[in-house]
């Protein structure tokens, strides 16, 4: 069997698949993130280390079967600082993390941003490399300083699994990767002004490369010394290869901690005119990519909602079907990120906003109101993702948010396309172990091992009902764009009369 190892932002999660793609075993354990009232939020490398050890040996012991490969994937973007050794020289920096927001502001304003973007097609966030690296040259340097490398999650376990420093090209990406010869843009690092620390990045290793587990990594994980490891690619391109997307155009939509929206594709074409936002992703095939949105807003968002209200998950479906379509005249902006928003545009003083509330207003409309949102975000991305794609493709989507019916059906109804739902709506793993048996050398067919699935047809009126209120959607959000800038040099305008701080 193949041992797929999905490290996600709220859950590390292990399965074990058969040559068949036959799920054998499961197990997951909750992550931890430490998150602070400045915008910091941090890992522990160590704590991640031991939940996917934990959730590992689990799977081992229920399935039974030798394991021929582990397949990892996991979170991107962040920050994760490592020695020779594979220990942190300081705590892994989330990609949820703020602390480098003032310096993406001023990126924006001297034109940083747009120069970035027009050489790799990638837009820079306060999460990203580029941003953090700067940051911590300036107010931590010596945590680079003790670094051997500056990588990413998916990597920082196989160097320490493994022994080796390596990193996939799918996180290599965002936002210094060269996509079509994945060879890192020396031009956009220097324009980030952080090429002195060129010498932390890792090479992207070839395609299909495979390890092995070390020492260590053998009793860490319970397994026998010289097993094959494949570290990646990241959760997003995994997901993809996990829905069996094969065609140009076709669609994934990833409802987890991360809106999710990529398309697809066998051309690269980056235009140096557009909004800086979102990115081209390599896939373990080098002449084909993702053009990908990942919005800051997901899940993660309607958890603090239902917190908020006092409901739990399982109170969801009841809470749409008991409201209509344009939750009772309430609409919501769903960025609820301290960040702000990354796709499908860059604004960091992007804030959440609930319109129309009134004394008669119910939890189950306020509700609708904020999943609403996050659909009609869904939509803007996947037109942006779209706009160098082929027209059609189906649409699948997967992601904790998408076990729900009732709000499967309202992103179908959204979009106004046939949402394919696999049984399993954790792809992450799947299409790690694809990619892990196409290593080893299987001539598989990433849609045979694709999950038994349903199809969530819009309704009749979908679009009659649903147009508009994307259009209202985008207006609301250009006015709000215009407010949040407005706010933000309010805030940083001395009063007359007063010296600046």
């Known amino acids: 069997m193949i041992i797929g190892l999905d490290v996600g932002t709220s859950m590390t999660k292990a399965d074990a698949y058969d040559d068949d793609g036959s799920k054998l075993a499961s197990a997951e354990r909750a992550s931890r993130l430490y998150q602070y009232e400045d915008g910091r939020v941090e890992q522990d490398l160590e704590d991640v280390l031991a939940s996917a050890a934990d959730v590992v040996r689990r799977v081992v012991e229920e399935a039974g079967r030798p394991v021929r490969a582990v397949a990892i994937t996991g979170q991107g973007d962040g920050l994760w600082l490592r020695d020779a050794d594979g220990y942190a020289t300081r705590p892994p920096i989330s990609w949820l993390d703020d602390r480098a927001a003032d310096t993406v502001r001023a990126w924006q304003a001297d034109g940083t941003v747009q120069r970035v973007y027009g050489r790799t097609g990638s837009g820079l966030f306060p999460g990203c490399h580029g941003p953090l690296i700067h940051h911590l040259a300036r107010h931590e340097p010596e945590s680079l300083e003790r670094a051997r490398v500056a990588g990413y999650c998916v990597d920082a376990l196989v160097q320490r699994l493994t022994g080796e420093i390596t990193v996939d090209a799918s996180d290599a990406t965002l936002p210094f990767l060269d996509v079509t010869t994945r060879r890192y843009d020396d031009e956009a690092i220097a324009a980030c002004g952080i090429d002195g620390y060129r010498r932390l990045f890792a090479e992207p290793t070839p395609a299909g490369t495979v390890l ?290």
């Open 212 to 501: 092995e587990l070390d020492r260590r990594g053998a009793e860490l994980l319970g397994l026998p010394a010289g097993t094959p490891v494949a570290g990646g690619p990241f959760d997003l391109p995994a997901c993809a290869i996990g829905a069996g997307l094969s065609r140009p155009g076709d669609g994934l939509l990833i409802l987890g901690t991360t809106l999710a929206c990529e398309v697809f594709t066998d051309t690269v074409a980056i235009d140096p005119a557009d909004e800086p936002a979102g990115m081209w992703i390599c896939t373990p095939d080098p002449q084909e990519w993702l053009r990908a949105m990942p919005a800051m807003v997901g899940t993660a968002g309607l958890d603090w909602l239902l917190g908020l209200l006092g409901v739990g998950i399982e109170s969801l479906g009841d809470l749409l079907e008991g409201t209509t379509p344009g939750a009772g005249g309430v609409s919501a902006l769903p960025f609820l990120s301290a960040s702000g928003e990354r796709a499908p545009f860059l604004d960091t003083h992007a804030r959440g906003q609930l319109e129309g509330v009134t004394l008669s207003t119910s939890r189950g409309q306020v509700v609708r109101a904020v999943c609403e949102g996050i659909a009609y975000t869904a939509r803007n991305c996947f037109e942006r993702a779209r706009e160098n794609t082929p027209p059609g493709g189906r649409l699948v989507a997967c992601g904790g948010g998408s076990r729900s019916g009732p709000w499967a059906q309202v992103f179908a109804d959204v979009l106004n396309t046939p949402l394919v739902v696999p049984d399993d709506p954790g792809l992450g793993t799947r299409g790690a172990a694809v990619a892990a048996a196409r290593a080893l050398g299987d001539d598989l067919d990433p849609a045979d091992w694709a999950a038994p699935s349903r199809t969530v047809e819009p309704g009749p009126d979908a679009e009659q009902c649903y147009a508009p209120g994307y259009l209202r959607y985008r207006a609301h959000v250009d006015t709000a764009r215009d407010f949040w800038a407005r706010q933000a040099e309010g805030f940083r305008r001395p009063a007359a009369g007063t010296a600046a701080p």
